[in-house]
């Protein structure tokens, strides 16, 4: 079985629609969303129909939680923030109860997904080094876990010590613990424009990490016709 996994769209069509059409080019046959459907780009509504398209397990991120808010209860950038406030005037009360009612995690086949951290998924706190990584792997049940919110794709790896590796194409061993990051499908932030996620092949037990191109102009210019802030368009091509 081949699972195609990806987090934070942040409502970028374009991006999304790539990804799951190379994931389908890839005999991918399970869809596994680990939150931030909405928020900073332009189609939260087709974003979210996608994905109650698929009928896949989805885990809910900080801004599918500020978005079903009727006003925001944590510390968002500004940027962030006016990006947010838009998302909730384009959803329905449904669209929102929906997002509302997304779990935090949830086991799937042998593995587990998150969007934040294992020890405190409801905090939002960002795993970037191995401290971080530590204290979601004392919560970690199964042998491996994906995650997203950092935008950043990367893996750690848990046996006597924790290191922090690029995902590439890693080859899953038996005792080890693995912490994986999917990277972002619609934000990218690690200076690479392309749409991320990664491939599990659960028989072959092996991660294989995808970057996809889409129509970035296209996601751009609804950006700009929305009135979103221009710097959400600019960053797209930049990958930051
Ligand atoms: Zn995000």
């Known amino acids: 079985m081949r699972?195609?996994?990806?987090?934070?769209?942040?409502?970028?069509?374009?991006?999304?629609?790539?990804?799951?059409?190379?994931?389908?080019?890839?005999?991918?046959?399970?869809?596994?969303?680990?939150?931030?459907?909405?928020?900073y780009n332009a189609n939260p509504t087709e974003c979210l129909h996608r994905i109650?398209?698929?009928?896949?397990?989805?885990?809910?991120?900080?801004?599918?939680?500020?978005?079903?808010?009727?006003?925001?209860?944590?510390?968002?950038?500004?940027?962030?923030?006016?990006?947010?406030g838009w998302t909730r005037e384009q959803l329905s009360r449904?669209?929102?109860?929906?997002?509302?009612?997304?779990?935090?995690?949830?086991?799937?086949?042998?593995?587990?997904?998150?969007?934040?951290?294992?020890?405190?998924?409801?905090?939002?706190?960002y795993v970037f080094n191995d401290l971080d990584a530590i204290a979601s792997f004392a919560h970690q049940t199964t042998s491996l876990c994906f995650f997203g919110h950092t935008h950043w794709p990367m893996a750690f790896i848990r046996d006597d010590h924790v290191q922090r590796v690029a995902i590439d194409r890693l080859q899953l061993t038996?005792?080890?613990?693995?912490?994986?990051?999917t990277g972002s499908v619609g934000q990218p932030r690690d200076r690479d424009w392309r749409a991320a996620y990664c491939i599990y092949d659960a028989d072959q037990q092996v991660i294989e990490q995808r970057r996809v191109t889409y129509n970035l102009?296209?996601?751009?210019?609804?950006?700009?016709?929305?009135?979103l802030p221009d710097r959400l368009a600019d960053r797209l091509a930049l990958g930051r």
Do not use: M
């Not at 669209?95 to 939002?124: C, M, Q, Y």
């Not at 038996?174 to 990051?181: I, L, P, Q, W």
């Not at 102009?217 to 009135?227: L, S, T, V």
């Open 3 to 39: 699972f195609a996994i990806f987090s934070d769209i942040h409502s970028n069509l374009e991006a999304l629609e790539a990804v799951l059409a190379d994931a389908r080019a890839a005999q991918c046959l399970r869809f596994v969303c680990l939150g931030d459907i909405v928020g």
């Open 52 to 84: 109650q398209e698929l009928e896949c397990p989805v885990v809910k991120g900080n801004h599918d939680e500020q978005a079903s808010n009727d006003s925001s209860t944590s510390g968002f950038n500004e940027l962030a923030e006016e990006a947010i």
């Open 94 to 125: 449904e669209e929102r109860s929906w997002l509302a009612n997304l779990p935090l995690t949830s086991p799937v086949g042998d593995f587990t997904i998150v969007h934040a951290t294992l020890d405190k998924p409801n905090k939002w706190g």
């Open 174 to 181: 038996s005792g080890k613990k693995y912490f994986v990051n």
């Open 217 to 227: 102009a296209a996601a751009q210019q609804k950006i700009r016709e929305a009135g």
